[in-house]
């Protein structure tokens, strides 16, 4: 009784450590006849004979064997049994019937052995065991001194499940302004304006509207807080060229670090001294990885005498998210030509005031052979308020106003109808220009989202963050929208189809304008 509870306590002291070191040990068996004692703790250690087979048929697929451990018969005295095995039923001829197969089938061996072995024990010898005393005369039934056991140590391979990148929500935080804030004119320490986000999540990518009254845009400087983080940029600084700089009126813009001009360069006549989505001085990427909840806080000063104005109203579009995604891989390099064309494209002028989406979409359409009608196309738009979802007002309404008035329709509709034709087609957003450069050098035209101006001209356009009723959302609009097919481009002109006639302007200004609308654009892929 002694020697049984030692082995017992033995036992589970190797349990013990073994727990320790892994997650779980399977238990095998390959001693069928005569098994030692179940152990009730998971995980138990498996005995075998290592001169039986190989041990890998005996560990589960999903496991890794570390090591083993060899455990030798050291003992100088062990009791010896005698066997008497008595046997219970005779084995009987397996039967020569077939059986026959219904759904599952049960069949019961007819050759069993149910020999039992009664040891009588022939030494009753007292001794005080010791560990290796007590590992051998427990499982003295299965082994002769001659044999040694293994143990092998073996551990669950865990399946690896990679960890879902955080969806990104876009989120847009607007100051609450009543009234314009004047901007002392002259005066380094400028005017302050602050915006408080609740928003615990982390900042991705950030985008800066802007709206600003103020003759001789050359005299502001503007930057950026985070109060919380105190980190600070420089968004805008004297734009224009020196010692002047720039000499006009007014700033309705959009800064984002993924834009194609800086907004220092920037100096225009019309609508605005400057429109657009343009990059800030410093990167709003400064900002990124870190939570954007806290107080935000704009700055805004004029550097020199005579000019004044206000700050009417600015805002954070912001893609935030619990956790930072994983990284995106590196796009590859691809060597782009200088100047590259579509050839054999041709286009009408549009029908109607404000369907030149649907007349640019049965051009490009006709360019891979689907021959589409553009009032027929126009007709299958879905119609809403917002123009993410559907065409916006009267088709043959006044050019030139913004949703919910007479407008127009954004990519996703036209993309996704052109798709229900069975054309290849996908929207894109915040596209940079060697995007549409590839596009054009492996013979795709583009129909791309711009300002029109007359005489089939291209201008810079004023952008608008519109919230739709039916939706709730909010997308970037712009007074006379317009669209155009790229066709051709060199390294400092753009050739786009504009209705029946091809039209070539510098890409600056063709950036300006395409700029306006948030790089928008409908290409031959998804």
Partial sequence: MKIQLSVNLIISFIISIL???????PVVANQASNSIRSLSATPTISIYDSQSSDISSLIPSNTVLLSHALITDTQTSTPTFTSSPTHTSTPTAPSTETPTLTGTSTQTPTNADTTTQTPTPTNTTTQT????????DALGSILTPTQFIS???VLNQPTYTPTPNPVPETALFCSSINQPISIPDDNLSGVNNDIWIPDGRILLN????IDITHTWVGDLVITLTNQNTGKSITVLDRPGSSPYYCPNDGIVSILADYAAQPVDDQCASYPHAISGIYQPMQGLSTFSSAKISGAWRLNVSD??????GTLNHWCLQADVAEGMPSPTPTPTYVSLPSSASVSGMSGQSQQLNLDCESRSAVDWAKHYGFNLGEIDFLNHLPRSDDPEIGFVGNPNGVWGSIP?????VHAPPVSSLLQNYGLTAGEFRSLQWNDLRAEIASGNPAIVWIIGGSNYNLVNGTPHLYTAASTNDTTIVAPYEHTVILVGYTSSTVTVLNGSRFVTISLDQFLDSWSALNFMAVLARR
């Fill in 19 to 25: 727990l320790l070191l892994v997650a779980s040990i």
């Fill in 129 to 136: 065991p010791t560990p290796t005393d007590a590992l051998t």
């Fill in 151 to 153: 143990l092998p140590l």
């Fill in 206 to 209: 950030l985008r800066l509207y």
């Fill in 303 to 308: 550097h020199y005498i005579n000019d004044v």
């Fill in 404 to 408: 919910p008035n007479d407008y127009g």
